[in-house]
């Protein structure tokens, strides 16, 4: 069964939702970004959520010691390090880690650099922005890419496309943030159509 992950998480409200509603895993932005929430403000949603629900942070070229102090003031499961990290900036992470790929246009599936992690996020790259551009890329590169560890796919993922993403790829998990979101606020309808769109199309062999 795919997982759903609902990224950039700010409020206990949406955090419920999300879990009601079916989510695996949450994701919560301490990178600078419109969707960033404090260290505090994480640590109140995650004590109000029970344990059957995965919290990830997500971070952008933080030194190790900020992420996991982060991490274990937040009471995190695992850290999904999304920039220019390296093996050997994380390898100690006593964490599991989500280690993001930016995915170019012109990327060629063949030749894609696949770091090692725990887990994988591919995600379409954007000059200026380090995820949430809300831009799709080409996932027939993923299928010439040789991806062992298990991978999030992300970027531009909505109800509208989310099932042929999952029919087509067969990810571990699908990543979901400006594709549930009304004007830039998460939208509770579009969580739970999201969610229901992964799940029941599965269930019905698509």
Known sequence: MTKVKICGIQDIATARIAREGGADYLGFVFARSSRRVSPRMAREIIADLPGDILKVGVFVNAPLEEVLATADFCGLDLVQLHGQERYGDYRRCPYPVVKSVTVKPDSAGDLLEVPRADYLLF?????TLAGGSGSSFNWKILKDARVDAPYFLA??????NVSEAVFQLRPYGVDVSSGVETR?????EKIIAFIKKVKGSEASGL
């Open 123 to 127: 995600d379409t790259y954007h000059k």
């Open 184 to 188: 830039g606020i998460k939208d509770p």
């Open 155 to 160: 970027g531009g993922l909505s109800v509208h």
